[in-house]
């Protein structure tokens, strides 16, 4: 199934002559197919980067979609803050 959704993105990005940035792209799967071992989003440019967990507009995402990373930030100590006045 990822190899088909591989398949249309691709064909969907030459379509419409866009490129994806592989440095910035980052790819996550949901649900069961999360644990399946599948290859990775090859393009010309290169390989798009497969991760477990994702911050998107102040989201923590993880793959099994559980608050886990949400809390363990929350709980964590804030980092010390940058002073640029002096």
């Given at each position: 199934?990822?190899?088909?959704f591989?398949?249309?993105?691709?064909?969907?990005?030459?379509?419409?002559?866009?490129?994806?940035?592989?440095?910035?792209?980052?790819?996550?799967?949901?649900?069961?197919?999360?644990?399946?071992?599948?290859?990775?989003?090859?393009?010309?440019?290169?390989?798009?980067?497969?991760?477990?967990?994702?911050?998107?507009?102040?989201?923590?995402?993880?793959?099994?979609?559980?608050w886990?990373?949400?809390?363990?930030?929350?709980?964590?100590?804030?980092?010390?803050?940058?002073?640029?006045?002096?």
């Amino acid at each position: 199934m990822p190899q088909i959704f591989d398949s249309i993105v691709l064909f969907w990005t030459a379509s419409n002559n866009v490129q994806i940035n592989t440095q910035r792209t980052k790819e996550m799967i949901f649900g069961c197919l999360s644990t399946a071992n599948h290859p990775l989003l090859s393009t010309s440019a290169g390989s798009v980067e497969c991760v477990t967990t994702f911050k998107l507009l102040g989201l923590n995402f993880d793959v099994s979609l559980s608050w886990s990373v949400l809390f363990t930030l929350l709980l964590s100590p804030p980092e010390p803050a940058n002073d640029y006045t002096s």
